[in-house]
């Protein structure tokens, strides 16, 4: 990552017209309609993407002092930004629990997709293969199996206990206990590959290109100072509270509408889907216009590898912990969750098909052809097909 990357004023302009906005929806809108809904899905995703900009600032002054390479700083900076994105996911998850589990699932369709597309836009050999960068051929197809791995079992184990209703109930659902263990078992595996990721690749590794090289070793005066560190993430969290309710107020409105206008609740799940990876989408174009291929692929992957291990994670410890604290109301018994039907166990079980072709494209010579990149996109629309059309 560089200075001139993050180094221009652009997230500034954006944070102060997202706020108007939000507050004119706030206190000039009086309505509950589209118009309403409009004003704070713009102004909410604007202040989230200021402070996702804030936070990659905070991550980017830490990798040049840390002397980290441009692939580990750019999957750091993707964590990174999706604090404010988490923050905005629990504001969803409170006003439409069910979407809102759903919408964390089809993010990794949308970001699979995303990757498939992005690998059409990266510079080929005469063979027409794309390269990839050493450590996500080396970590991140590990991840890919395992995601592929987990949503199976999820998958299976959801039709299993739809099957036989386990829990001697006709509506079987995954209860507190069920979603704090998930979530806390996934979560471990991110923490795990991330410090693997910093002590395999963080050092100087015999680069597999010229973009995969340890980030320059800057004098004192252009390296960011931790007061300036510390700063730019405390208050790009702060903001993301702001945006992260807007939105969260934009998806229960979105859901509301379209499902008066006779649309199905899947079809505003999309939307909101594809609205919740616009930052990675904007991330990854900005690195790809600068030619900075290799942060552009880990935005690109960690927006899939970070789907099952980070925000699903904690999208289901959220759940739990506010249906505990009667924030949600529960579905079933005193400690139900997320009803088991058709709608979340598709979106659960349709996310094995497209991590294992994943895994197949990259795992196998560390490159991605054409077939491989048709493969991927059009899984992703099958997957939204069947879940928007049967939904």
Request: some cysteine.
């Amino acid at each position: 990552m560089s200075d001139s990357s993050h180094g221009g004023k652009q997230w500034l302009w954006l944070l102060l017209a997202g706020l108007a906005l939000v507050a004119a929806a706030t206190f000039l809108i009086p309505s509950h309609g589209w118009l309403l809904a409009l004003v704070l899905g713009v102004g909410g995703l604007m202040v989230v993407f200021a402070s996702s900009e804030m936070m990659i600032k905070a991550v980017d002054g830490y990798a040049r002092r840390k002397k980290m390479n441009s692939f580990v700083a750019g999957t750091m900076a993707g964590v990174s930004s999706n604090i404010p994105e988490l923050v905005m996911l629990a504001f969803v998850l409170m006003a439409t629990p069910r979407i809102g589990f759903i919408v964390t699932v089809l993010t990794l369709h949308v970001g699979a997709a995303a990757f498939g597309l992005y690998c059409g836009a990266l510079p080929r050999d005469v063979e027409g293969n794309a390269h990839l960068p050493k450590p996500l051929v080396g970590l991140s197809t590990d991840l890919y199996a395992a995601a592929a791995g987990v949503f199976f079992s999820l998958g299976v184990i959801m039709l299993l206990m739809k099957a036989f209703a386990v829990r001697g109930t006709a509506n079987p659902s995954l209860n507190v206990t069920d979603l704090y263990v998930f979530g806390v078992i996934l979560l471990l595996i991110q923490v795990v590959a991330v410090s693997r990721l910093v002590q395999r690749f963080s050092g100087n590794h015999q680069p597999e290109s010229a973009e995969d090289v340890p980030v320059d070793g800057a004098d004192d005066a252009r390296q960011m100072s931790w007061l300036a560190i510390a700063l730019f993430g405390l208050v790009g969290l702060g903001v993301s509270v702001i945006g992260g309710h807007a939105v969260g107020e934009f998806a229960g409105i979105l859901v509301h509408e379209l499902a008066q206008a006779g649309y199905s609740e899947m079809f505003g799940a999309v939307i909101l889907s594809v609205f919740s990876a616009a930052g990675a989408f904007i991330m990854i174009g900005t690195a790809h216009f600068q030619k900075k291929y290799s942060i552009a692929m880990a935005n690109a992957s960690g927006a899939i590898t970070q789907v099952p291990f980070l925000v699903l994670p904690i999208a289901m410890i959220l759940l739990a912990a506010f249906t505990q604290a009667g924030l949600i109301p529960p579905v079933g018994g005193v400690d139900d969750v997320i009803p088991i039907d058709m709608h979340t166990t598709s979106a659960i079980l349709l996310g094995f098909p497209s991590m294992l072709v994943l895994w197949k494209a990259v795992q196998d010579d560390g490159k991605v052809n054409w077939v491989e990149t048709s493969t991927m996109v059009a899984i992703f629309l099958l997957v939204i097909y069947l879940l928007v059309a049967h939904g």
